[in-house]
């Protein structure tokens, strides 16, 4: 008896060993990057690059990383150009994003890595250098992009060993020219999102200028209704300069099928404001076949981790009382 309850405490250790080891491995937070300010930096901001150029030029980027572990380290430096994200938030660390075509020239594009892989010593810190080309011909507005580093790591199947990086912007204007911004919008669809039913509208930036501090009010009613089944509000959304994408909300319910009509209405922290109304419909057939495997519709959603631990801990607890039981027996 006592062999049997020394192997179910052994498996709850494991369990929970198994349950705890990738928040372990991806707990290494031990290095940080500075950027090196050249000349032509346009503002206070020491923090990333935002440097005033001109057609033709070029020149030598530099960031200092510092590996503050106790074992060398090999680092990861990539740079791409900004693009913003589902949850409307400007997003450095895509690299493999559909640029707007609207876009003249991604930052990507124009700046060259010296070391994309690079080992620094324990407790050490070493510099790498970006090539910076500027166009030949002029643009307007800013270029936006930045670059990520991350330590180079394996992923294994009990999760990713480090997942945390650095990234610093990198900006590039000609002039102090002021852009208006502009926002266009496309259609509206349903989707599904980490098994989360989802609604989102296709919405792109046309303009290269930065569009910060933007509430954006969503309302989604029936066809020729003035019954708001969906209303969100989502605030602090920032949308890089010429991108596109798709601003996704959760609808967190059942879809049905029918006509619907999609009202927006965003405003940044410089009072412009769009407003766009769309109309969508919801097949039957997408209705239930997103709603068949939608989370968010399942009244009771079976964990079945929490069971087994639960048969665990119960079996545990017979095997003990059992014990006591055998024991008082003895004393008898």
Not at 255 to 272: P, S
Request: hydrophobic share 40%.
């Amino acid at each position: 008896m006592r062999k049997i309850f020394k192997l179910i405490i052994m498996f709850v250790i494991c369990l929970v060993a198994l349950l705890t080891r990738g928040a372990v491995q991806a707990a290494s937070n031990d290095f940080n990057v500075t950027p090196v300010i050249p000349e032509n930096q346009q503002s206070d901001v020491m923090s990333y690059f935002d440097l005033k150029v001109a057609p033709k030029q070029t020149q030598t980027l530099s960031i200092t990383i510092s590996n503050q572990s106790d074992t060398e380290q090999t680092y990861k430096v990539v740079v791409n150009t900004a693009t913003t994200n589902e949850n409307g938030i400007v997003d450095y660390s895509i690299s493999d994003v559909e640029l707007d075509e609207t876009m003249k020239y991604s930052l990507k594009d124009l700046i060259k890595v010296s070391n994309e892989a690079i080992v620094i010593p324990a407790n050490s810190e070493d510099e790498v250098s970006m090539a910076l080309t500027v166009p030949s011909e002029p643009f307007s507005g800013v270029l936006l992009g930045g670059v990520t580093i991350a330590p180079a790591t394996t992923e294994s199947s009990e999760g990713i060993n480090n997942v945390f990086t650095r990234t610093l912007a990198i900006q590039l204007r000609e002039n102090d020219e002021v852009v208006t911004p502009e926002l266009t919008a496309g259609d509206v669809t349903v989707k599904q999102d980490n098994l989360h039913n989802t609604i989102q509208i296709a919405l792109s930036n046309v303009t290269p200028t930065l569009i910060n501090n933007i509430k954006a009010h969503i309302k989604v009613t029936k066809e020729n209704s003035d019954d708001v089944i969906f209303e969100e509000t989502k605030e602090q959304l920032s949308f890089a300069p010429n991108s596109k994408f798709d601003l996704t909300s959760n609808w967190s319910e059942q879809f049905k099928a029918g006509k619907y009509n999609y009202a927006i209405e965003l405003v940044d922290n410089k009072e412009h404001l769009w407003q766009f109304s769309k109309d969508f419909e919801i097949a039957a057939e997408v209705a239930k076949e997103l709603n068949q495997t939608s989370v968010d519709v399942k009244s009771k959603q079976i964990n079945w981790l929490y069971i087994a631990i639960g048969l665990v801990i119960l079996l545990v607890a017979l095997v003990i009382i059992d014990i006591k039981i055998m024991l008082s027996r003895k004393k008898r």
